[in-house]
Every structure is written in C-alpha cells, then in structure tokens.
C-alpha cells in the first residue's frame, strides 16, 4: 500500500494563480483532512471530509475550498493565492469518520507564493 | 473554541536523559489526545495516544499521562537516543471531532 500520497511535493506560485493540491489514499479510511504547517503554529487544519460526500470547515479555511471526489481522493485549490499561503501542505486520513482515531499524513506539499 | 498550548517550545537533553513535554487544554469536552512525531523534512507519524477514561500509558520509553481536573496531558521519553531528536506536536480532540494541535515541541539528544 502506498498510503496517501499527495502531489506535487514543491510548487511556487506568483500571487493571484490558481492551484490544485491532489490527495489520495489507498486504505479505504472515511476521513481525510488539509493541514497547513507553519513555523511555530503547529498543524493547523484547513477543511476536512467526514466521509464520502460532505466536506467542512477547519480553523483556517478563508482562501481555499476543497473536493471529495470519491473516498479515494480529496483535493485542496487555492483560487487566487497570497502570499500569506506559503506554507507546507499535508493531506492525512482516518478510518473512522471522527478522529479518535490515528490520522496517517501524506508526505506534504511545499507551497511558495511570490 | 478548543485551545492547545504546548510546552516547552524547544528542549535539549543529554542521551539517556529524560524529556517531558507538557501540554494544557481549554475544552472540558475533549476526549482523545495523541501524541505525533516529526522528524527532519518528514511527515507527522503518531507515537501514542491517550483517551479520556485512562489516565496513564506506556509504550517502552514513551509514556503519556492525563490529568483531566487540571486539563492537561504530558509525554515522557526516558533513556533519550539521538534518533528521538524531532519536532513532538501534542493534539486534543474537542466534541466537534476535529484534532487541534500544540504549536510543537523541538527535542534535541545530544549523544
């Protein structure tokens, strides 16, 4: 299994463009969940999927919307990104559908905005 | 809302030493609070967790107590070794089911 993967690993934006962080995951978890990693502010979570179908919001979701496209795989797209969006970008998955249980991460996305 | 505070921010320790890191809560209601591992440029891996009907758990050198009067939970790693050099991010887990982290504890083994 590969887990849960994400693409692209690196990626630079110019304010104002648009992106699609892809996520998938191979261990049929219901959940799955966008961090965002910031010196000194921990993990902090963007939106998540309770499972197939429904999407919420997070602690920071303003500037991002999200996809959950099947159980498989569940998208992050910044429309018009800033640079306060420079960050590192995890994906991770459950398998229950609330999170008392282990959340597996992707291996992130590093984001620059010029 | 749920807040973590998370402390120290860094901590260094001699091998074989011990580490303690030290989070507080705010949300009486939280029920599940893990612990993770991050090493250098790597992905958040969970090294133990702990729910809120037990108030203590082991797992060889790491263990984590839980003191729910006081709101607060703490990891302890005895006998350090280098490799447990990482950034620790502790989380609780509020009643609207989402984790909220600790800003992260970096641990320095000196061998």
């Known amino acids: 299994n590969a887990g849960v993967t994400q693409t692209p690993k690196f990626q630079v934006l110019k304010t104002g463009q648009s992106m699609t962080l892809q996520c998938a995951q191979d261990?049929?978890?219901?959940?799955m969940y966008w961090y965002r990693q910031d010196p000194g502010m921990g993990l902090r979570l963007i939106y998540y999927s309770a499972s197939e179908g429904t999407t919420d919001k997070g602690e920071v979701p303003n500037g991002y919307n999200v996809s959950r496209l099947n159980k498989r795989e569940f998208s992050l797209r910044l429309e018009s990104a800033a640079p306060s969006q420079t960050s590192v970008y995890f994906c991770a998955s459950s398998p229950g559908r609330i999170a008392t249980y282990e959340q597996y991460f992707g291996p992130g996305t590093r984001l620059t905005v010029t | 809302g749920e807040n973590v505070e998370q402390h120290p921010s860094t901590l260094s320790v001699q091998e074989g030493d011990s580490a303690v890191i030290k989070c507080t809560y705010s949300d009486s209601a939280s029920n599940y609070f893990p612990w993770y591992k991050q090493e250098l440029g790597k992905r958040p891996q969970l090294i133990i967790d702990i729910r809120s009907n037990v108030g203590e758990k082991k797992d060889q050198r790491i263990a984590v107590t839980l003191n729910k009067t006081a709101k607060h939970f703490s990891l302890h790693i005895t006998e350090t070794q280098p490799e447990d050099s990482a950034v620790y991010f502790c989380?609780?887990?509020?009643?609207?089911?989402?984790?909220?982290f600790g800003q992260g504890t970096t641990l320095q083994v000196k061998p």
């Open positions: 261990m049929n978890h219901n959940s």
């Open positions: 989380a609780a887990r509020p009643n609207t089911g989402k984790l909220i």
